[in-house]
């Protein structure tokens, strides 16, 4: 099978379980004010703007592989990297098309999300003994490139926001198939099971 029906299949099976995540995802997915009793109990994680959003996904994988490498840990930073990770995963692990840069895509504020959380992982981690020298270089790198953008300070609708390790983001299943790109991606899958399974059927009844 060429590569490209391969990549092609891939990211329509990805986005199929995306659409899955959502919804089974929790039914809160934007802000509230006042804030709830949930979010009251959880720790404040600050936002970032738009701009900034490709750069720290960029790093989400160093800052993943330098938090499995910390000791010793607190409860903070058990909190905000279980809820980054929780937060990623009801993201649809960060593999919806356009999530990170079209405002209007569902995932988007699901997004801004986890990579808030990781970052202020990534901050905890440069005010605690361990590896704070690796943690600040880190996230220097990533304030270094995010200062030489000009696109940086772009913002949209969820840069201003803070974000609560008490409360997980998700965009409802209706919400994400009523994205047209989304949806249009997810009816060419079923189309594309339909095909297969026809074709599987035509060769059973094939005569041996």
């Known amino acids: 099978m060429p590569s490209g029906t391969r990549k092609g299949r891939g990211g329509l099976a990805a986005l199929v379980l995306c659409l899955l995540v959502g919804l089974a995802g929790p039914a809160v997915a934007h802000r509230t004010t006042p804030l709830t009793a949930e979010e009251a109990a959880g720790l404040e994680i600050p936002g970032l703007t738009h701009g900034e959003m490709s750069h720290v996904a960029a790093y989400r994988g160093a800052i993943v592989a330098l ?5 010793p840990t607190d409860e903070t930073f058990r909190r905000l990297l ?3 990770n929780i937060q990623f995963t009801y993201c649809a ?14 995932f988007n504020e699901c997004s801004h999300a986890y990579l808030a959380a990781y970052r202020a992982v990534l901050a905890r981690m440069a005010e605690m003994p361990g590896q704070p020298q690796a ?6 790198r990533i304030d270094a490139e ?15 926001e803070p974000f609560y390790t008490g409360t ?8 994400a198939l009523g994205h047209p790109p989304i949806g249009l991606a997810a009816a060419a899958f079923g189309l594309m099971l339909v095909a297969l399974a026809l074709g599987h059927a035509a060769k059973r009844r094939r005569p041996g």
């Open 67 to 71: 938090a499995a490498r910390q000791f």
């Open 82 to 84: 279980n809820h980054a």
């Open 93 to 106: 692990w960060g593999l919806v098309p356009n999530a990170l840069t079209d405002e209007e895509n569902p």
């Open 135 to 140: 943690a600040a270089a880190l996230a220097g």
């Open 146 to 160: 995010i200062r030489a953008d000009p696109e940086a300070e772009a913002l949209c609708q969820y840069s201003v």
């Open 168 to 175: 997980v983001l998700s965009p409802t299943f209706a919400a």
